[in-house]
């Protein structure tokens, strides 16, 4: 599987950006995440969904970004509002899935920047 990101790109703070992860194949099995890496940091997770569309959210970002997915399109979404400064880095995303072994996949990444 392929994971194209895409949405990215510069902001104001207290704005709003969508991005996209677009799949090359089926992402039905799979469960998806969203990942932030800002300069100078390890990848931390920022939100993921599971095959279930279960949601799970890292603290700061519960009450502003929105995780969701539409598997006849392949594509997971990642809503976020109420941008701040330290929302800035690079967005990956990830499909992953346990079957009779284990399926890692990373897109490309797509850089926000928030300014303040």
């Known amino acids: 599987v392929q994971l194209q990101a895409s949405g990215g790109g510069l902001v104001q703070a207290g704005g709003s950006l969508r991005l996209s992860c677009a799949a090359s194949g089926s992402i039905f099995s799979f469960d998806m995440g969203w990942y932030r890496q800002a300069p100078g940091t390890q990848r931390e997770l920022v939100a993921i969904i599971t095959s279930g569309f279960i949601t799970n959210y890292a603290d700061s970002e519960k009450r502003r970004f929105t995780i969701s997915r539409d598997n006849a399109k392949n594509t997971v979404y990642l809503q976020m509002n109420s941008l701040k400064p330290e929302d800035t880095g690079v967005y990956f995303c990830?499909?992953?899935?346990?079957?009779?072994?284990?399926?890692?996949?990373w897109g490309q990444g797509t850089l926000v920047t928030v300014s303040s």
């Open positions: 990830n499909a992953h899935k346990s079957d009779l072994g284990e399926y890692i996949y």
